[in-house]
């Protein structure tokens, strides 16, 4: 059984034609035109390295060849980074376009390497030309993703507008916080220690009503707040009274004959 992070469904979520994606909710996809457009400057950022340093290289100088390598290597470094650091042509770091995997939402480097690869090897088979049709003519779907996109299960991001590329997805119901219980403070100062209260206390016993013997019914509660009969007082409650004592009987006499 598949668990969909809070209350989102399949059916909200993001569906192309191999299924749905929960995982990619809130992620804008790039659209046609900026793709062609990452790939042109991606190209245009690798022609001029490679120009670049053939021409340094060709220098008749003692700098020239070491330079041009130099700038080859850091080229190839920079690339390897954006790849497997960003999921990203370096081209595309530039114009805010991340690959993110449709399972799990996340960067994929790993994957972009493996969809590279194999447009290079269809391109070395095909003059170019596979590569560059299935690139831009095998877009579909509300997801924009190309044929190389759903061998790989990438999808183009563009970090412009909506969920940043990467970042988790965010509830779709912030739970209410709970309120807190203020806590009773108690002062052992105030514990009363006695039947009579306390040492610095005011704490007392609560008067009680005076029954009257009138033959009428006990209406009268310790400690209630119905006031006194008219005319009569409330009484205070006067001292307890000790135990009454054990009384001795004398024995009884027997009159003797």
């Given at each position: ?38 790939v ?17 290289t ?10 041009g390598v ?7 470094l ?8 960003r999921s ?11 690959y993110?995997?449709v ?22 088979l ?14 579909k ?31 779709a ?7 807190s ?8 100062e ?8 306390a ?7 609560p ?37 009454p004592?054990s009384?001795?009987?004398p ?7």
């Amino acid at each position: 059984m598949s668990v969909y992070p809070y209350n989102l469904t399949p059916e909200g979520a993001p569906t192309d034609a191999t299924g749905s994606f929960p995982a990619v909710a809130g992620y804008t996809p790039m659209t046609t035109g900026r793709r062609v457009a990452i790939v042109l400057v991606d190209g245009v950022i690798g022609g001029a390295v490679g120009g670049l340093t053939a021409f340094l290289t060709l220098q008749d100088t003692s700098w020239g060849l070491p330079v041009g390598v130099g700038l080859s290597v850091i080229y190839g470094l920079a690339t390897l980074w954006a790849v497997f650091g960003r999921s990203a042509r370096l081209a595309g770091l530039l114009m805010k376009a991340q690959y993110v995997d449709v399972r799990t939402g996340a960067l994929k480097g790993g994957s972009l390497f493996v969809k590279q690869l194999l447009q290079g090897v269809l391109a070395g088979l095909t003059l170019g030309i596979l590569p560059l049709i299935l690139v831009f003519a095998s877009v579909k779907g509300p997801m924009r993703r190309n044929f190389f996109d759903r061998a790989t299960k990438l999808m183009l991001v563009d970090g412009r507008t909506g969920r940043r590329p990467g970042a988790p997805l965010e509830s779709a119901t912030t739970p209410q916080a709970i309120p807190s219980v203020a806590a009773v403070q108690f002062h052992p100062e105030q514990a009363p220690t006695a039947w009579g209260g306390a040492t610095g206390s005011t704490y007392a016993f609560p008067a009680v009503q005076t029954i009257t013997d009138d033959g009428g019914l006990i209406t009268a509660v310790p400690g209630g707040s119905l006031a006194a009969p008219t005319g009569t007082p409330p009484v205070a409650p006067g001292p307890m009274l000790p135990a009454p004592a054990s009384i001795s009987r004398p024995a009884p006499r027997v009159a003797t004959p």
